[in-house]
């Protein structure tokens, strides 16, 4: 597991954005982050499931978070557009952007893939990720420090048999990641990538429904790598490719 120790005022001032928020690995994050003091910004498909992490994070007496329901895999430019402009009336800046929304199909070779799912996949995992940094990147600039973290996997450094459309999302977010923090090397703004690794999620079972769910770590056990790039310790850290476990 990867080793750090957040202080309790780690992310005291910030404002933090996780996409995916609604469960899994997101929503430990943003229980995380406003556990540390931040105000986070839940965006997800399913506004049930933000409004349940949302009343869990006010009821533990941490900051309101802000609620935005955002169906990724459909979203054009324009929807981005709006989004940006929405949360500039709402917030003064953005001093994290977490990328976590991801989906996966069932485990299959390539030949039994349509062009559609493997479109699906690269709509949601690459495309709204590229989108949601791009508009905002104003609000980034506005921080004086941000972090942008880019979800990867083991398979997008390496890739395996019946993983390819997956696997090819995550070395396209691999890519994107490394060409982000290149040009943004001489700003404030900080461009990085995480593997969760193997974690107890919705998304874990379906894919493996054959593995026994309790042999992984639960989402709020990899929480470390995330609170580290999110917080000032990691200054000056750019274009990594980190591991939570």
């Known amino acids: 597991m990867y080793s750090y120790t957040a202080r309790p005022s780690l992310l005291e001032n910030r404002t933090i954005l996780i996409t995916g928020a609604g469960q899994g690995i997101g929503k430990a994050i943003a229980l995380s982050c406003a556990e540390l003091g931040a105000k986070v910004i839940l965006l997800a498909r399913t506004a049930s499931k933000l409004e349940a992490v949302s009343k869990q994070i006010i009821e533990q007496g941490y900051l309101s978070p802000i609620i935005i329901p955002f169906d990724l895999a459909t979203a054009k430019d324009k929807d981005y557009i709006q989004l940006a402009e929405q949360l500039s009336e709402q917030v003064n800046q953005l001093d994290g952007l977490v990328n976590n929304a991801s989906i996966a199909t069932d485990l299959k070779p390539f030949t039994e893939l349509s062009i ?7 709509e949601v ?43 090819s999302s995550k070395f396209a977010t ?23 690794g193997a974690t107890r999620t919705a998304m874990r079972a379906h894919v493996y429904p054959q593995e026994t769910v309790t042999d992984n770590p639960l989402p709020e056990q990899i929480m470390p790598v995330y609170l580290y790039l999110l917080g000032p310790d990691s200054i000056g850290i750019n274009g990594q490719a980190l591991n939570a476990q």
């Open 116 to 122: 559609e799912e493997f479109q699906q996949i690269m």
């Open 125 to 167: 995992n690459v495309n709204a990720t590229f989108a949601l940094t791009k508009y905002l990147l104003p609000l980034l600039q506005q921080a004086a420090d941000a972090s942008i973290i880019f979800t990867s996997s083991s398979v997008g450094r390496k890739g395996r048999a019946l993983w390819s459309a997956y696997a």
């Open 174 to 196: 691999e890519g994107l990641m490394q060409c982000i923090a290149d040009e943004l090397k001489e700003t404030s703004i900080r461009s990085n990538s995480v593997n969760p």
